[in-house]
């Protein structure tokens, strides 16, 4: 099998984030296509009598462990964004598996959701686009659509922004910005969160540990 395949290198972080997984835990699940490959290979060692209780970060991956009868428990209910970033905060240890195209010297490289309500939805988006820009990213700012060309609505019926800055000089100047817009309810840089990072590559899967300074 090609290593370069993308499809194999997220199944191999999956499945070596699943070493992590022990008898009476109770874990996050992510959102996205690595961590559907790891809901999936959990539900196999559910369905051999492993015991774990879940939170699911979205619909869709709550509805995948349902499927695979995987236990599941809620928080409060929240918008899409702030729920993973709740859960990922309140965990005691959070772990990203990923493949290495996920791997970027400067963040920007990929477009960052922005959770934003749909009340003054024209004033927020003019908002974010001026307060990126005092923080340094400037880039085309769209709003996500759904099949159909249909505004694509989050769990909670919130639009979401996709900010293509190309890059992030200073992700915690911009985090902050973005957080002093009124209507803006969560964004996509979770900083100082994870603990470690699972990163299936060519030539093996990788595990990257925070050091203690969080660098």
């Given at each position: 099998?090609?290593?370069?395949?993308?499809?194999?290198?997220?199944?191999?972080?999956?499945?070596?984030?699943?070493?992590?997984?022990?008898?009476?835990?109770?874990?996050?699940?992510?959102?996205?296509?690595?961590?559907?490959?790891?809901?999936?290979?959990?539900?196999?060692?559910?369905?051999?009598?492993?015991?774990?209780?879940?939170?699911?970060?979205?619909?869709?991956?709550?509805?995948?462990?349902?499927?695979?009868?995987?236990?599941?428990?809620?928080?409060?209910?929240?918008?899409?964004?702030?729920?993973?970033?709740?859960?990922?905060?309140?965990?005691?240890?959070m772990v990203?598996?990923?493949?290495?195209?996920?791997?970027v010297s400067?963040?920007?490289?990929?477009?960052?959701?922005?959770?934003?309500?749909?009340?003054?939805?024209?004033?927020?988006?003019?908002?974010?686009?001026?307060?990126?820009?005092?923080?340094?990213?400037?880039?085309?700012?769209?709003?996500?659509?759904?099949?159909?060309?249909?505004?694509?609505?989050?769990?909670?019926?919130?639009?979401?922004?996709?900010?293509?800055?190309?890059?992030?000089?200073?992700?915690?100047?911009?985090?902050?910005?973005?957080?002093?817009?009124?209507?803006?309810?969560?964004?996509?840089?979770?900083?100082?969160?994870?603990?470690?990072?699972?990163?299936?590559?060519?030539?093996?899967?990788?595990l990257l540990?925070?050091?203690?300074?969080?660098?």
């Amino acid at each position: 099998m090609d290593l370069r395949d993308s499809s194999f290198l997220k199944e191999s972080a999956a499945l070596r984030a699943l070493d992590l997984v022990y008898d009476g835990m109770w874990l996050g699940l992510g959102t996205g296509s690595t961590a559907s490959r790891f809901v999936e290979a959990l539900g196999v060692k559910v369905a051999a009598g492993l015991k774990v209780l879940c939170v699911p970060t979205s619909e869709a991956t709550r509805e995948q462990a349902e499927r695979l009868g995987i236990p599941l428990t809620t928080l409060d209910d929240t918008p899409h964004l702030l729920r993973e970033k709740i859960v990922a905060t309140a965990s005691d240890q959070m772990v990203v598996i990923a493949d290495d195209s996920k791997l970027v010297s400067t963040l920007g490289a990929f477009p960052l959701p922005v959770e934003v309500v749909r009340f003054g939805f024209a004033a927020t988006r003019r908002m974010v686009e001026a307060m990126a820009a005092q923080a340094g990213c400037k880039g085309p700012i769209k709003q996500r659509v759904a099949k159909g060309s249909e505004p694509f609505l989050t769990d909670q019926g919130n639009f979401i922004l996709d900010c293509a800055f190309g890059r992030i000089p200073e992700p915690e100047v911009l985090a902050y910005a973005l957080k002093r817009v009124p209507g803006v309810v969560e964004h996509g840089l979770f900083l100082g969160v994870a603990d470690m990072a699972i990163v299936a590559t060519d030539s093996g899967v990788q595990l990257l540990q925070r050091t203690p300074s969080g660098e």
